[in-house]
């Protein structure tokens, strides 16, 4: 977590923006940050680094401490740089960053940047991001980046599901249906805006005959499950796991990682079971949001991400960085990192934005009718 950035700024740029710095007015300089497409158009790395500690913050939404140990990188973040971090709503899902950016937009407290689900993320591409390419954008595959910056693919990871050592062996989905079972198991959100949930959807329908093309076999399980009383309508959080109220989740592993060494260290177990033939993943994406109240800091926060150190943090958490395949042949990939995520160089197969969008559109209607909502 010490790592420096993959490119510098050389002593010339540097030397000339200190000097140019200074005779732009307020107006000029934010206009420069507020449309800068990379680091070249803002002047550099040296510029963004000094107009991100006179903008002084940076307000982030949706970024729990504990997922996939963004703690750490948060932390990271505004100790390099010297900045306040911001961080509202942080159990909230993809689309409620969405309405906090229009909510507050014009204001000093809207979201400089996202950490959003794929499909919600495609329906506000050009309305609500900035378009940005970060220094290691040639590194990124094209299939994990929007051709234009306005999003770029950050870590992934394998959907699962997740209960206390206390409660029989999942051997089966069909397991959770038993009595042993009621009121106890809950999803990570609500599918119909949150992508932790759609995803975990995804890979209870693959698992039962279903597709990426085809929620309904989920639909029907979760149904069930709400019949028998077993399916609650509860957020699960760490405070709900530690308290015993949500027993058994359904979310990404990388999630669970941190609870499971916690009950470890009081002589509990938080045991997960994934089915078979169900390998689910789904990349989260970063933006800037496209009136970020510190456009200087939201696009210094994009660089940080693609950074060895922030990519090295997510795969310590166990979930699996955009970058991981090029960690590893360049000899960058952590140890922690190896032991979470291991070696290999391919992602979890996750549904496409147009397969996302589709399985809301069903959802809309037919999941408020099987369980209700949150």
Same mark, same amino acid.
């Given at each position: 977590?010490?790592?420096?950035?993959?490119?510098?700024?050389?002593?010339?740029?540097?030397?000339?923006l200190?000097?140019?710095?200074?005779?732009?007015?307020?107006?000029?300089?934010?206009?420069k940050?507020?449309?800068?497409?990379?680091?070249?158009?803002?002047?550099?790395?040296g510029?963004?680094?000094?107009?991100?500690?006179?903008?002084?913050?940076?307000?982030?939404?949706?970024?729990?401490?504990?997922?996939?140990?963004?703690?750490?990188?948060?932390?990271g973040?505004?100790?390099?740089?010297g900045?306040?971090?911001?961080?509202?709503?942080?159990?909230?899902s993809s689309?409620?960053?969405?309405?906090?950016?229009?909510?507050?937009?014009?204001?000093?407290?809207?979201?400089?940047?996202?950490?959003?689900?794929?499909?919600?993320?495609?329906?506000?591409?050009? @309305?609500?991001? $900035?378009?940005?390419?970060?220094?290691?954008?040639?590194?990124?595959?094209?299939?994990?980046?929007?051709?234009?910056?306005?999003?770029t693919?950050?870590?992934?990871?394998?959907?699962?599901?997740?209960?206390?050592?206390?409660?029989?062996?999942?051997?089966?989905?069909?397991?959770?249906?038993?009595?042993?079972?009621?009121?106890?198991?809950?999803?990570?959100?609500?599918?119909?805006?949150?992508?932790?949930?759609?995803?975990?959807?995804?890979?209870?329908?693959?698992?039962?005959?279903?597709?990426?093309?085809?929620?309904?076999?989920?639909i029907?399980?979760?149904?069930?499950?709400?019949?028998?009383?077993?399916?609650?309508?509860?957020?699960?959080?760490?405070?709900?796991?530690?308290?015993?109220?949500?027993?058994?989740?359904?979310?990404?592993?990388?999630?669970?990682?941190?609870?499971?060494?916690?009950?470890?260290?009081?002589?509990?177990?938080?045991?997960?079971?994934?089915?078979?033939?169900?390998?689910?993943?789904?990349?989260?994406?970063?933006?800037?949001?496209?009136? $970020?109240?510190?456009?200087?800091?939201?696009?210094?926060?994009?660089?940080?991400?693609?950074?060895?150190?922030?990519?090295?943090?997510?795969?310590?958490?166990?979930?699996?960085?955009?970058?991981?395949?090029?960690?590893?042949?360049?000899?960058?990939?952590?140890?922690?990192?190896?032991?979470?995520?291991?070696?290999?160089?391919?992602?979890?197969?996750? $549904? @496409?934005?147009?397969?996302?969008?589709?399985?809301?559109?069903?959802?809309?209607?037919?999941?408020?009718?099987?369980?209700?909502?949150?």
């Open positions: 977590m010490k790592f420096s950035k993959l490119a510098k700024v050389t002593v010339v740029a540097t030397v000339s200190a000097l140019a710095v200074p005779t732009l007015n307020s107006a000029t300089a934010a206009s940050f507020d449309t800068a497409k990379s680091a070249a158009d803002a002047g550099g790395m510029a963004l680094r000094s107009q991100c500690k006179r903008e002084g913050q940076l307000n982030i939404i949706a970024t729990p401490r504990d997922w996939a140990n963004y703690g750490d990188i948060i932390d973040f505004a100790t390099k740089y900045v306040k971090i911001d961080s509202q709503n942080e159990e909230g689309q409620d960053e969405i309405n906090a950016a229009d909510r507050l937009k014009g204001t000093n407290r809207s979201p400089d940047v996202f950490d959003i689900g794929t499909s919600v993320a495609a329906k506000y591409t050009t @309305t609500h991001f $900035a378009p940005y390419k970060v220094q290691v954008w040639d590194k990124i595959p094209a299939t994990n980046k929007n051709p234009d910056g306005y999003t693919n950050n870590y992934t990871g394998t959907m699962s599901i997740w209960y206390s050592g206390d409660l029989p062996t999942i051997n089966t989905l069909d397991d959770l249906l038993k009595p042993e079972f009621k009121g106890k198991v809950a999803l990570n959100g609500d599918p119909q805006g949150s992508n932790a949930a759609l995803s975990g959807l995804f890979m209870v329908s693959i698992a039962k005959g279903g597709s990426f093309d085809n929620v309904q076999p989920a029907d399980f979760f149904k069930q499950l709400k019949a028998a009383g077993n399916f609650i309508n509860v957020n699960p959080t760490a405070a709900t796991i530690a308290s015993g109220q949500t027993p058994v989740v359904i979310d990404w592993t990388y999630n669970q990682v941190g609870a499971a060494a916690k009950f470890a260290a009081v002589g509990k177990v938080w045991k997960s079971f994934i089915p078979k033939n169900a390998i689910v993943g789904s990349f989260y994406n970063a933006a800037v949001s496209a009136w $970020a109240p510190h456009p200087a800091c939201a696009r210094l926060w994009m660089e940080y991400l693609y950074t060895p150190y922030a990519q090295n943090v997510w795969a310590g958490a166990g979930a699996s960085p955009v970058l991981w395949p090029i960690l590893l042949k360049t000899n960058q990939a952590s140890a922690a990192g190896k032991a979470a995520v291991g070696t290999g160089r391919s992602f979890a197969a996750s $549904a @496409t934005a147009a397969q996302q969008l589709k399985a809301r559109d069903v959802l809309k209607t037919a999941w408020p009718a099987a369980v209700g909502t949150n």
